[in-house]
């Protein structure tokens, strides 16, 4: 049974950066079985993905483009975590933060692998970081 | 960006009634649409991923149609665990997510 346990402060101060992982258990970060994502929530901008990490024969980042500028995703292998940095944060950063597995299948089109992606179905538990002085 | 609109925003049914909760999408997602229940305090739970498929150890009562841009969530026999909050997200590009609907009792 693969479990998401995500840790982090609660609080942190406009300007600084927020800073959150998510341990895996049940699952390996760097299988070519699956993407590993962030995700917040807030009222007044819903449910919006950060970005992901993945491992295919080496390691990959998408960010979105709203915190581009800002974000890192980093594999923790030796730990079997990832994490989340968000730099320079705003109180518009407040929110609850999720990290999620979404599985991966693979299709052999000639000698190319293609990946397809599904829903995200293993969520942490959900970290609300507040962003205040 | 892929935006997702769901609607309505509030749906009011009785148990043991139908519901039926929409979602669109600005451009083709082809069948790359998921589904999940979100109740206060927890994370969201996939109900359905690939349009139609359920996820594991979901019920029957839950059933997915559509691709391209239009998509239906269905919900057959209201039971008093199905009033939550349900979301659309696409992946067929960056991951997007619909604003919600929010399933209440009548």
């Known amino acids: 049974q693969v479990q998401l346990q995500q840790s982090g402060p609660g609080l942190v101060k406009p300007s600084q950066t927020l800073s959150l992982t998510c341990a895996v258990s049940?699952?390996?970060?760097?299988?070519?079985?699956?993407?590993w994502n962030w995700i917040r929530q807030s009222p007044s901008r819903g449910l919006e993905w950060l970005g992901r990490?993945?491992?295919?024969?080496?390691?990959?980042?998408d960010y979105a483009l709203s915190v581009q500028s800002r974000i890192t995703i980093n594999p923790d292998t030796s730990k079997n975590q990832f994490s989340l940095q968000l730099n320079s944060v705003t109180p518009e950063d407040t929110a609850v933060y999720y990290c999620?597995?979404?599985?991966?299948?693979?299709?052999?089109?000639?000698?190319?692998?293609?990946?397809?992606?599904?829903?995200?179905?293993?969520w942490g538990q959900g970290t609300t970081v507040t962003v205040s002085s | 960006e892929i935006v997702m609109t769901q609607s309505p925003a509030t749906l009011s049914v009785s148990p043991g009634e139908r519901a039926t909760l929409s979602c669109r999408a600005s451009?083709?997602?082809?069948?790359?649409l998921a589904w999940y229940q979100q109740k206060p305090g927890q994370a969201p739970r996939l109900l359905i991923y690939?349009?139609?498929t359920r996820a594991a150890g979901i019920p029957a009562r839950f059933s997915g149609s559509g691709s391209g841009t239009e998509f239906t969530l269905t919900i057959s026999s209201l039971q008093s665990e199905d009033f939550a909050v349900y979301y659309c997200?696409?992946?067929?590009?960056?991951?997007?997510f619909g604003q919600g609907t929010k399933l209440e009792i009548k």
């Open positions: 999620a597995r979404v599985p991966t299948g693979t299709t052999r089109e000639g000698l190319r692998l293609v990946y397809h992606y599904s829903g995200m179905d293993v």
């Open positions: 049940g699952d390996s970060v760097s299988g070519n079985s699956a993407t």
């Open positions: 990490t993945y491992y295919r024969s080496k390691w990959y980042n």
């Open positions: 451009q083709s997602v082809s069948s790359n």
């Open positions: 690939g349009a139609s």
């Open positions: 997200q696409q992946y067929n590009n960056w991951p997007s």
